[in-house]
C-alpha cells in the first residue's frame, strides 16, 4: 500500500518520492492530488479515508507525494507550480491512471486529459492571501509591523517562509495568478454538496467520516458502470 | 404538494442586497465553521459575546482563516489596516463591521 516513485525535478534529475496506492489493477484508476500545504495537514485523513471509500467500491486510488511534500527530500522552496503540474502527469502515467480527484488546489495541477472530479477548487491567489494574512497577523502578535505589500514584495524578490512554508520566488509568483486547469471533464463538487463545514477550515487536522463517504459516494455512483 | 418554492436566498444574494438579518446569520454561519464550535452555540451569540480573548479557539491563525472565509461569502476586502482589537474583541463589533464593508462594497 506504501512504497514510492520517481517525480521528476525542475533540473532534470529525479526524486524519490512516497506514494500511497490502492492498486488492484481494477478498470477505474483515480490519481489523487492532495491540498497545499497547511490544508494538506488538515485534510490528509479525510483524503486517504476517501481512498479507503472508494477501494471499497472497486476502485484504484493513488496518492503521490509531490517534490517538497512530506518526507520529501527535495526542497520545498525550489519547486515550482509548473514542475508540480509535469510531475502530476508524470504519476498519471506511472500509475496509468484513468480519472483524477484533486482537493483544494490540487485542482490547479490536474492533467488536462484526465476527467474526474475537483473537490472545492481553490485559486492560487486565495491560498496565498490566507498564508499572507496569517503571516501578518502572527508578525504583528509579536511586535513587528509587517504589511500584506511587505511580505508580497519579499516573496516576489527571494521567497518567504509563509506558516512554515517555504515558498520560492517562482512559486510565489505562480500562486499569485494559478487557477483550477481548464477542462470539461473536470466537475466541481462544492463543499455545500458534501454538507457540513470544510476540514480545511479547522484550526487543527480534523475527520468526518460523513463527509468522506458523501466524497466517495458522489465519485463511485459516476463510475458506477464501469467498476 | 407544497406551494412554498424552495429558497437559495442566501446563497444567491450578492453582499450588496444582504439584510442585517442574512448578515448576522452567514457571519454566525462562518464563526461556527472556522472555528468547529456548535452552529447553535454560534447561535447564540449577542452583540456583547467575547470573540477574541475570550474564545481559546480564536488564535492568531483561526482569525486569519475567520478573515478570509468572511471574504469569500462576504465578497468583501479587509485591509491590513482593517484588523485592530476593537473589531475582533466582540460578535457585535464584527457584525458592525461586516455591515459597513458590504455598505462600502
Given at each position: 500500500?506504501?512504497?514510492?516513485?520517481?517525480?521528476?525535478?525542475?533540473d532534470g534529475?529525479?526524486s524519490?518520492?512516497?506514494?500511497?496506492?490502492f492498486?488492484?489493477?481494477?478498470?477505474?484508476r483515480?490519481?489523487?492530488?492532495?491540498?497545499?500545504?497547511?490544508?494538506a495537514?488538515?485534510?490528509?485523513?479525510?483524503?486517504?479515508?476517501?481512498?479507503?471509500?472508494?477501494?471499497?467500491?472497486?476502485?484504484?486510488?493513488?496518492?503521490?507525494d509531490?517534490p517538497?511534500?512530506?518526507?520529501?527530500?527535495?526542497?520545498?522552496?525550489?519547486?515550482?507550480?509548473?514542475?508540480?503540474?509535469?510531475?502530476?502527469?508524470v504519476?498519471?502515467?506511472?500509475?496509468s491512471?484513468?480519472?483524477?480527484?484533486?482537493?483544494?488546489?490540487?485542482?490547479?495541477?490536474?492533467?488536462t486529459?484526465?476527467?474526474?472530479?475537483?473537490?472545492?477548487?481553490?485559486?492560487?491567489?486565495?491560498?496565498?492571501?490566507?498564508?499572507?494574512?496569517?503571516?501578518?497577523?502572527?508578525?504583528?502578535?509579536?511586535?513587528?509591523e509587517e504589511?500584506?505589500?511587505?511580505?508580497?514584495?519579499?516573496?516576489?524578490?527571494?521567497?518567504?517562509?509563509?506558516?512554515?512554508?517555504?515558498?520560492?520566488?517562482?512559486?510565489?509568483?505562480?500562486?499569485?495568478t494559478?487557477?483550477?486547469?481548464?477542462?470539461?471533464?473536470?466537475?466541481?463538487?462544492a463543499?455545500?454538496?458534501?454538507?457540513?463545514?470544510?476540514?480545511?477550515?479547522?484550526?487543527?487536522p480534523?475527520y468526518?467520516?460523513?463527509?468522506?463517504?458523501?466524497?466517495?459516494?458522489?465519485?463511485?455512483?459516476?463510475?458506477?458502470?464501469?467498476? | 404538494?407544497?406551494?412554498?418554492?424552495?429558497?437559495?436566498?442566501?446563497s444567491?444574494?450578492?453582499?450588496?442586497?444582504?439584510?442585517?438579518?442574512?448578515?448576522?446569520?452567514?457571519?454566525?454561519?462562518?464563526?461556527?465553521?472556522v472555528?468547529?464550535?456548535?452552529?447553535?452555540?454560534?447561535?447564540?451569540?449577542?452583540?456583547?459575546?467575547?470573540?477574541?480573548?475570550?474564545?481559546?479557539?480564536?488564535?492568531s491563525?483561526?482569525?486569519?482563516?475567520?478573515?478570509?472565509?468572511?471574504?469569500?461569502?462576504l465578497d468583501?476586502?479587509?485591509?491590513?489596516?482593517?484588523?485592530?482589537?476593537?473589531?475582533?474583541?466582540?460578535?457585535g463589533?464584527?457584525?458592525?463591521?461586516?455591515?459597513?464593508?458590504?455598505?462600502?462594497?
Amino acid at each position: 500500500m506504501i512504497s514510492t516513485w520517481n517525480a521528476p525535478l525542475s533540473d532534470g534529475k529525479d526524486s524519490e518520492e512516497l506514494l500511497l496506492a490502492f492498486d488492484e489493477n481494477r478498470p477505474v484508476r483515480v490519481l489523487i492530488l492532495p491540498a497545499w500545504f497547511d490544508e494538506a495537514n488538515k485534510l490528509r485523513r479525510f483524503t486517504v479515508e476517501v481512498m479507503r471509500r472508494l477501494d471499497g467500491s472497486g476502485i484504484d486510488s493513488f496518492l503521490p507525494d509531490l517534490p517538497g511534500c512530506n518526507e520529501s527530500l527535495a526542497q520545498l522552496s525550489e519547486q515550482t507550480i509548473a514542475s508540480w503540474r509535469e510531475a502530476a502527469g508524470v504519476a498519471s502515467a506511472a500509475f496509468s491512471t484513468t480519472h483524477v480527484l484533486t482537493l483544494r488546489a490540487g485542482a490547479i495541477l490536474a492533467p488536462t486529459e484526465l476527467s474526474g472530479w475537483r473537490y472545492a477548487p481553490q485559486t492560487g491567489p486565495k491560498q496565498l492571501r490566507g498564508m499572507v494574512r496569517a503571516r501578518t497577523i502572527a508578525s504583528r502578535e509579536q511586535g513587528k509591523e509587517e504589511t500584506t505589500d511587505d511580505v508580497v514584495r519579499a516573496g516576489r524578490e527571494s521567497g518567504v517562509s509563509l506558516g512554515g512554508w517555504a515558498i520560492g520566488p517562482a512559486m510565489f509568483s505562480e500562486l499569485e495568478t494559478a487557477g483550477p486547469t481548464e477542462s470539461d471533464t473536470q466537475v466541481d463538487i462544492a463543499q455545500a454538496t458534501i454538507g457540513g463545514p470544510g476540514l480545511w477550515l479547522r484550526a487543527e487536522p480534523d475527520y468526518d467520516a460523513t463527509q468522506a463517504d458523501a466524497l466517495a459516494a458522489i465519485i463511485a455512483l459516476s463510475v458506477g458502470d464501469r467498476v | 404538494m407544497s406551494a412554498t418554492p424552495a429558497s437559495d436566498e442566501t446563497s444567491e444574494q450578492s453582499g450588496l442586497d444582504m439584510s442585517r438579518s442574512a448578515i448576522d446569520s452567514e457571519l454566525k454561519s462562518i464563526i461556527a465553521d472556522v472555528l468547529g464550535v456548535d452552529a447553535a452555540d454560534a447561535e447564540a451569540f449577542t452583540p456583547e459575546t467575547g470573540l477574541f480573548g475570550h474564545l481559546p479557539e480564536l488564535d492568531s491563525m483561526a482569525v486569519a482563516g475567520l478573515l478570509t472565509e468572511m471574504e469569500d461569502r462576504l465578497d468583501i476586502v479587509i485591509d491590513d489596516d482593517d484588523v485592530d482589537g476593537e473589531m475582533l474583541e466582540t460578535y457585535g463589533g464584527l457584525l458592525s463591521f461586516a455591515e459597513a464593508k458590504i455598505i462600502e462594497g
